[in-house]
């Protein structure tokens, strides 16, 4: 039985297609601090230029969300939750409107991130082609060991968090550890996924990492990498790229993220081991150090203005 959705169920499933609730607690904190890394060790004041490029790397993100979804409708069918979540398999929004979408999304991207200049550009157009590839079938880089976890972890970290420092210095140096950082924390992230959907990947015949190592290797990767992610971290601190009193915002956030149990991951899943949990309060703290950080920074412009 077919069914007729109206033009606002139309608009909602466009908007669920976006998935904003997924990133945009980790976009725009990684884009924040990118900039702040930037221009507050260099006395450039902030701009709007940060909100033009928080608000294109928002965009990137979600424009990779969309094509996922749109390209694997047919294996989120397979499965019924994932089928309930994706507009394009309920039928909410059909595959024609849905690329469409991912076309107007790609051109504001664009836009967006011209005005951070012409090497944040460069930055978003390699963000934007890897989302596209990712997840585009004829090339499907999510389906193939390696490439998934490396482009993953660029398209939806590192390159988010250079695309902000780059709009006030192109040199990062020793932020490049940072960035290091980042990328692997979400390398974890994708492995995380790929062992919460092994069963479902496998059924759907992806050759990803996950599927190539096994899970027990795959898991002992996920936790390596995080304990990589975390030396790098200190490494950077070590050398002065943060603010030392941030550690203090740091701490008085380990007791208000404890309160922020609960037994779903980042996307809203049941969690499939103790980091799921981990994840949620890691994202608490590291918003709180960006707004604070951003807060601050505003605050000592308006006092030298």
Known sequence: MNTTYSLPQQLRGLIRLTRWKEYLPFVIPLTIVGALMAARPHGINLDLRLVAVTIANILAVAYAFMINDIEDAPDDA????????NPITTGEIGVRIGYAACRVVAAATLIAYAFGGLEVLGIGIVTLVLSHFYSWRPV??????VTDVVSHSLM??????IAGYFIYHNAPGIVW??????????????LYNQLRDYDMDKAAGLFNTAIVLGENNTRWLMYSVVALAGAFMIGAITQGVFPLWLGVVALAGVPISMMMRSKTDMRGTAVIDQSGVVQVQALVIFNMIAIV????????????L
């Open 140 to 145: 499907r880089l999510k389906a193939w060991p």
């Open 177 to 190: 550890l940072v960035a290091a950082s980042v990328t692997l924390v979400s390398v974890y992230g994708q």
């Open 78 to 85: 397979l499965d019924p939750d994932r089928a309930a979540r």
């Open 156 to 161: 939806l970290s590192g390159l988010l968090f």
């Open 293 to 304: 950080w951003l807060v601050w920074a505003i605050l000592e412009q308006l006092v030298l």
